[in-house]
């Protein structure tokens, strides 16, 4: 089963606006990750937040983390043609167990 | 190689038959990953290997599936007698491993297609 689910499912935006993706997971964490996937194949890295982290940035991405309501939020600013793309969070637990679970994703298109 | 890399890039293969993937991480990275994708859908985690220990197996759908790793080297996927549930993009990562899960490096998958 997916630890993460991510939410929406879908968002088109036009360009130029910020876009705003949650995932809400259901088991403690070390750290919370968040990926891009384009054209379904091979996934990339964006940004990584540790459970003792608030709030973290990374260029254009925003990335929040709320252990108590188990929810985090990424944010796009700006927006591109080249952001289109699913997005999905991961949570990693090194308490014995150190695979990184996925969500469901979110499929971002950006309208120019 | 810079990255991971996964063969082949697609497979079409008739129901009933066996396929191997494969994988080759990034030098020097202990863990290694394999995902399941089925179209539209998230990763499936199938199976973990990290260095020497024991893979964490708990995701493998079925004694259909086998993964194998050579140290910290080249793993293949194994499917046998495939069935058509069994099309899907498969995922490999690689990480540096061994103090919690860290970042991962895709490679690009295998897409694999039953007949």
């Known amino acids: 089963s997916q630890q993460g689910e991510e939410d929406p499912q879908a968002l088109s935006i036009q360009e130029g606006e910020n876009a705003t993706m949650n995932c809400s997971y259901k088991?403690?964490?070390?750290?919370l990750q968040w990926y891009r996937q384009n054209s379904g194949r091979g996934l990339v890295h964006l940004i990584l937040?540790?459970?003792?982290?608030r709030e973290k940035h990374s260029g254009r991405l925003r990335v929040t983390l709320d252990t108590s309501k188990k929810s985090s939020s990424l944010l796009i600013t700006a927006s591109r043609a080249a952001d289109t793309a699913s997005y999905f969070c991961?949570?990693?637990?090194?308490?014995?167990?150190?695979?990184?679970?996925f969500g469901t994703g979110t499929r971002l298109t950006i309208i120019p | 190689g810079a990255g991971v890399s996964q063969s082949p890039s697609n497979k079409v293969t008739e129901k009933g038959k066996d396929v191997e993937l494969r994988c080759d991480p990034i030098?020097?990275?202990?863990?290694l990953y394999w995902y399941r994708q089925r179209l539209g859908q998230g990763l499936e985690f199938l199976i973990y290997?990290?260095?020497?220990?024991?893979?964490?197996k708990s995701g493998l759908p079925s004694d259909r599936f086998s993964a194998e790793r050579t140290g910290e080297s080249v793993s293949t996927l194994t499917i046998q007698r495939t069935q058509q549930e069994d099309s899907a993009v498969y995922l490999c990562?690689?990480?540096?491993?061994?103090?919690?899960?860290?970042?991962?490096?895709f490679g690009s998958g295998t897409q694999l297609s039953v007949l």
């Open positions: 990562a690689s990480s540096f491993g061994g103090q919690g899960v860290e970042k991962l490096f």
């Open positions: 937040i540790r459970s003792n982290e």
């Open positions: 030098s020097g990275h202990t863990a």
């Open positions: 088991t403690s964490i070390n750290n």
């Open positions: 290997f990290q260095g020497n220990s024991a893979p964490d």
């Open positions: 991961a949570t990693g637990a090194n308490f014995g167990n150190e695979k990184l679970t």
